[in-house]
């Protein structure tokens, strides 16, 4: 009975915890395989802006603390369209109504102290160039709730794809190195598997607003990941 043997190879990659694997196998279990994973990063500028905000209020009953929300909210609406946002970039994305407990008076039990109300909106914005307007026209009229901006592509197809392309091109690139270093050759591929995809939030930058001009915002870059695991065939001399 002939013995399976196996050779283990191993490197640092990009991704911690993957690493290349070469296993050598006798005729009855089939070719020798290399397998490896690939990261490819492609970094553009955003041409789309998510605004999280809203207002928040308070009022001695519930139905007044709403009513107070409800009409500073109209009175944002009414300016983020005018800036320029359509009716489909806005969505309601939280709403709460809460009672204001306190035990100020130096009770042991809380006691209801008027009603707090949140109105939270997801605006996007197409055009970043209006961005710093539509903050301004937010907050001039009534918007007191700022929960974020996140910063993404509007069609992110085209730079996924060249993602996945760099990073087989890295996965080939690396397995042909091992693999000649070995003595041997890549035969033909047996899998392709595509794990870890995503387009990171990007850091941003905000600035105070002058009184008479718009909110200055920074987009910078956004990236999006694609990571592949390729298994060759080896061919041996």
Same mark, same amino acid.
């Given at each position: 009975m002939r013995v399976l043997s196996a050779v283990l190879l191993s490197t640092a990659l990009m991704v911690p915890g993957l690493a290349p694997t070469m296993a050598l196998a006798d005729d009855h279990i089939g070719p020798a395989t290399i397998t490896v994973t690939g990261e490819g990063v492609v970094t553009a500028a955003p041409d789309l802006a998510t605004v999280s905000l809203g207002v928040t209020t308070q009022g001695e009953t519930a139905a007044a603390a709403m009513a107070a929300n409800t009409e500073a909210l109209t009175a944002v609406l009414e300016r983020v369209k005018a800036a320029g946002v359509e009716d489909r970039d806005i969505q309601t994305s939280t709403l709460n109504l809460n009672p204001n407990w306190s035990n100020s008076d130096g009770s042991s039990m809380p006691v209801i102290q008027g009603y707090v109300? %949140?109105?939270?909106? %997801?605006? @996007?914005? @197409?055009d970043l160039a209006k961005l710093g307007g539509v903050l301004d026209a937010a907050i001039t009229d009534g918007a007191n709730t700022l929960n974020g901006? %996140?910063? +993404?592509?509007a069609e992110p197809d085209p730079a996924m794809d060249e993602a996945r392309k760099e990073a087989v091109a890295k996965a080939r690139a690396r397995a042909e190195l091992l693999v000649?270093?070995?003595g041997a050759s890549l +035969?033909?591929?047996v899998s392709i598997n595509e794990s870890g995809m995503g387009m990171p939030v990007p850091m941003y930058r905000m600035e105070a607003a002058m009184a008479d001009a718009p909110v200055p915002v920074q987009g910078g870059e956004v990236g999006v990941t694609a990571n592949v695991t390729i298994t060759w065939e080896i061919v041996q001399p």
């Amino acid at each position: 009975m002939r013995v399976l043997s196996a050779v283990l190879l191993s490197t640092a990659l990009m991704v911690p915890g993957l690493a290349p694997t070469m296993a050598l196998a006798d005729d009855h279990i089939g070719p020798a395989t290399i397998t490896v994973t690939g990261e490819g990063v492609v970094t553009a500028a955003p041409d789309l802006a998510t605004v999280s905000l809203g207002v928040t209020t308070q009022g001695e009953t519930a139905a007044a603390a709403m009513a107070a929300n409800t009409e500073a909210l109209t009175a944002v609406l009414e300016r983020v369209k005018a800036a320029g946002v359509e009716d489909r970039d806005i969505q309601t994305s939280t709403l709460n109504l809460n009672p204001n407990w306190s035990n100020s008076d130096g009770s042991s039990m809380p006691v209801i102290q008027g009603y707090v109300a %949140s109105n939270i909106l %997801s605006i @996007r914005v @197409r055009d970043l160039a209006k961005l710093g307007g539509v903050l301004d026209a937010a907050i001039t009229d009534g918007a007191n709730t700022l929960n974020g901006i %996140s910063f +993404g592509l509007a069609e992110p197809d085209p730079a996924m794809d060249e993602a996945r392309k760099e990073a087989v091109a890295k996965a080939r690139a690396r397995a042909e190195l091992l693999v000649t270093a070995a003595g041997a050759s890549l +035969g033909k591929i047996v899998s392709i598997n595509e794990s870890g995809m995503g387009m990171p939030v990007p850091m941003y930058r905000m600035e105070a607003a002058m009184a008479d001009a718009p909110v200055p915002v920074q987009g910078g870059e956004v990236g999006v990941t694609a990571n592949v695991t390729i298994t060759w065939e080896i061919v041996q001399p």
